[in-house]
């Protein structure tokens, strides 16, 4: 522990010397919007450049990059399963800020900020509440923490409690508890929070619209079954198809928050999915793939490949019945009909007011 702290005061203060120096450094970080955002927070404090590699791997194009930059130092953001081997193929200094999920990363670089006031508090798995704080924070220079939506991870609670803020900036996400979130920082003296508003059925809309994207793109990855990578990767499409089944029936009861939820359970699935089938078998995805091998040495290629695309099918044909009966209702409220339609709206579970009410929004 002792030795884990002197590493960590090291990097402060060779963070704090490349700022005063104006030195010129890179910080390294995945396509991970968590980590992209900190690591964009970092490079706007120590006047770095910020170079970024697909989740997974070291592309040639990120080490070519960073080489032609004639710079002497790189700071990586996230372990070696997001930023592999980066202290291998880098030729120059490499200091790694990692911890063991995105939560303590974005406190590890949170706390380099030595002395703050403020601090700008969001949803970790939010990707555009994300956003919104990283320009926030961007602006007024000032670091980010990430949260869970009904807690405050332990290691954001040593920093908080180590870095004493006054003031925090929250972007709520639809499925974030900001009561819970607001007792914790008052725990570390935090008194005003400002919560910036948001639309949280349009934010549990926009996360329903790209959970579907994702869900698309891994469909097309897809290709034939032959072995226990794309096995894996079936399992999370049909998955995610579940999960986004539900979200839209959530949706449509004016649950934003549960959509929301569901919606980015459905998008992490599908983003993992398209992994495992580019060959990026790494850390939990290494053990799914594992897992289904395992499953394919136990019961044979054809069961399991049959099992997988019922799964599938199954998802598919209730996302199908569920169009047929919303185009039912269309024609029917087309047609004039207001009658109770009974157990058809059960069904159904047609709340469409909000897409009604912004026309350029397709209907489910």
Do not use: C
């Not at 509440?129 to 954001?156: F, Q, S, T």
């Not at 290709?223 to 089944?245: C, Q, Y």
């Amino acid at each position: 522990m002792m030795k884990f702290v002197k590493i960590f005061a090291f990097l402060i203060l060779a963070v704090a010397g490349v700022h005063a120096a104006s030195t010129e450094a890179v910080v390294l970080v995945s396509d991970n919007p968590a980590d992209l955002a900190v690591a964009q927070l970092l490079a706007q404090k120590i006047n770095a450049t910020v170079v970024v590699t697909p989740w997974g791997t070291l592309s040639a194009e990120a080490v070519a990059q960073i080489e032609q930059s004639g710079v002497n130092i790189v700071y990586v953001i996230g372990g070696p399963v997001a930023v592999p081997d980066a202290e291998v193929k880098i030729n120059v200094t490499v200091k790694r800020l990692a911890g063991r999920d995105r939560y303590e990363t974005a406190a590890m670089v949170a706390e380099l900020w030595n002395v703050s006031s403020e601090v700008i508090i969001v949803h970790g798995f939010d990707e555009d509440g994300i956003k919104e704080a990283m320009e926030k924070a961007r602006r007024l220079g000032i670091p980010l923490l990430l949260v869970k939506e009904d807690e405050v991870p332990e290691e954001v609670e040593r920093t908080l409690e180590k870095l004493r803020f006054r003031r925090a900036v929250m972007v709520p996400a639809p499925d974030m508890d900001p009561n819970t979130i607001r007792e914790r920082l008052r725990v570390h003296g935090i008194e005003e929070v400002e919560e910036v508003q948001i639309d949280f059925a349009e934010r549990a809309y926009k996360a329903i619209l790209k959970a579907e994207e994702e869900i698309t793109e891994a469909e097309t990855l897809l290709g034939n079954i032959t072995s226990g990578r794309e096995v894996a990767a079936a399992r999370l499409i049909a998955n995610a198809k579940r999960h986004l089944f539900i979200a839209k029936d959530a949706y449509n009861q004016s649950n934003y928050g549960e959509a929301f939820g569901l919606a980015v359970a459905a998008k992490e699935e599908a983003k993992a999915a398209k992994k495992i089938l580019e060959n990026v078998v790494v850390g939990e995805y290494e053990i799914e793939v594992e897992e289904a091998e395992i499953e394919i040495e136990r019961h044979g290629l054809e069961k399991v490949k049959m099992e997988v695309e019922m799964e599938i099918h199954r998802e598919e044909a209730r996302e199908k019945e569920r169009e047929r009966a919303e185009r039912a209702y269309e024609y029917s409220a087309e047609a004039g009909k207001q009658e109770d339609s009974g157990e058809y709206e059960v069904e159904v579970n047609k709340s469409y007011e909000w897409e009604e009410e912004r026309e350029e929004h397709k209907k489910w």
